[in-house]
């Protein structure tokens, strides 16, 4: 997670030091920091529906580059980074301890409109592939259970400038998809049915900063 957070940063500074001037600013890369929650009907566990409380909450980055196509629409490409550790005990008393990974890229489309000098808006909805990884220790054993599955996204976001051509944002966004198995180290693909199925719900609260170009 450490070495996570220091590519993004590393990343951004990178940016920064990429910074000129220009008439219009087209091109846009954000790094983004916050919390994901799980909501709704939400299940990233393979031990049943019954635990998946256990991923309610998370650690949740992504970085996004985009391009102003005309005065207000835009296209770019989102990754996203989802992280939830559930420690929990099984029903027959075996003790559970793992963590769950999203890994999500996906183009997107929508509009950048500037409300004043400083402050601008930004509505994005895209729809793309997630990798998702559950791993830990169940019963004295390792185990790992992956999944690629489609899924959607929408992100709405406020920047102010702060300096020059670099901003300082809020945002929220939405992502949902599902998958009805997963595959198995060791036991090969486990298919899923009713409220046992993968499904994914999660509203993410970040921190952005951001380079216009």
Do not use: W
């Amino acid at each position: 997670m450490r070495k996570f957070r220091l590519l993004l940063a590393l990343f951004f500074l990178s940016l920064c030091m990429t910074v000129h001037s220009q008439e219009q600013e087209r091109f846009s890369f954000s790094v983004s920091a916050g919390k994901g929650n799980l909501f709704g009907k939400s299940n990233l566990s393979v031990m049943g529906c019954e635990y998946r409380s256990a991923y309610d909450k998370g650690f949740d980055a992504n970085m996004k580059a985009a391009y102003l196509v005309n005065r207000i629409f835009q296209i770019g490409v989102k990754y996203d980074f989802f992280q939830s550790a559930g420690d929990f005990t099984l029903s027959n008393g075996s003790m559970v301890v793992s963590d769950a990974e999203l890994n999500y890229i996906a183009p997107q489309v929508g509009i950048r409109k500037n409300i004043t000098n400083k402050l601008l808006c930004e509505f994005m909805v895209g729809a793309g592939y997630v990798h998702y990884k559950n791993s830990g220790e169940y019963g004295g054993n390792e185990y790992k259970a992956t999944k690629g599955f489609c899924a959607s996204n929408f992100d709405a976001s406020f920047f102010y400038r702060i300096y020059n051509h670099v901003y300082l944002g809020i945002g929220a966004s939405f992502m949902g998809g599902n998958a009805s198995s997963f595959d198995m180290d060791g036991a090969g693909t486990v298919d899923l049915e009713g409220r046992d199925k993968l499904k994914l719900r999660k509203g993410d609260v970040f921190v952005t900063v951001r380079c216009q170009l």
